[in-house]
T-cell receptor, first 111, second 115 residues
């Protein structure tokens, strides 16, 4: 079953703009992670936020977590064409090393 | 850097064939995973293994089996391929079990077409 649901399913912006994508989940978590997938490739880990954290930054990435609403957002600032990819949230509930992935947001950044 | 290598990027097989998808990781990770990815459905866990010869079913194990004879290698087996198994297959390994953060490292994927 899908724990995480991303919103929007697809997002198209111009280079230089900010991109925000959201993730909602259903059960208590240990941490929430965001992964990126270039077309036809595997996923790459971007950032992890623990359940006791509210915000985390890494370069142009900013992640927030609201455990009361069971939601997270990923903000990519000053987007570049190379940011074009699908982005997935994944939740770790501490169950047997498994992560549960959402359905992803497809981001298109145009010049 | 962790390297997870899947033996084939593209495979075309016929219905009824036995198919082997191979995955090797170079970081001595105990835990390895097989997912399939389909449009609109995201990643779904087929099987995972938490040690040599140990395996557990994921969310969609039907029609699949796995083999973990050596720590670095995790194989996914389609006993009798069917057209509904046409998909992108992704292998992953995770940070050691003693590590508090469960971060997964993925291979490049195998796109399987069953005709």
């Amino acid at each position: 079953s899908q724990q995480g649901e991303e919103d929007p399913q697809a997002l198209s912006i111009q280079e230089g703009e900010n991109a925000t994508m959201n993730c909602s989940y259903k059960t208590s978590i240990n941490n929430l992670q965001w992964y990126r997938q270039n077309s036809g490739r595997g996923l790459v880990h971007l950032i992890l936020i623990r359940s006791n954290e509210r915000e985390k930054h890494s370069g142009r990435l900013r992640v927030t977590l609201d455990t009361s609403k069971k939601s997270s957002s990923l903000l990519i600032t000053a987007s570049r064409a190379a940011d074009t990819a699908s982005y997935f949230c994944a939740t770790d509930t501490g169950t047997a090393s498994k992560l549960t992935f959402g359905t992803g947001t497809r981001l298109q950044v145009t010049l | 850097d962790v390297k997870v290598t899947q033996s084939s990027r593209y495979l075309v097989k016929r219905t009824g064939e036995k198919v082997f998808l191979e995955c090797v990781q170079d970081m001595d990770h105990e835990n390895m995973f097989w997912y399939r990815q389909d449009p609109g459905l995201g990643l779904r866990l087929i099987y995972f293994s938490y040690d040599v010869k140990m395996k557990e079913k994921g969310d969609i194990p039907e029609g699949y089996s796995v083999s973990r004879e050596k720590k670095e290698r995790f194989s996914l087996i389609l006993e009798s391929a069917s057209t509904n198994q046409t998909s992108m297959y992704l292998c992953a390994s995770r940070t050691p079990s003693r590590h508090p953060e469960n971060i997964q490292y993925f291979g490049a994927g195998t796109r399987l077409s069953v005709l």
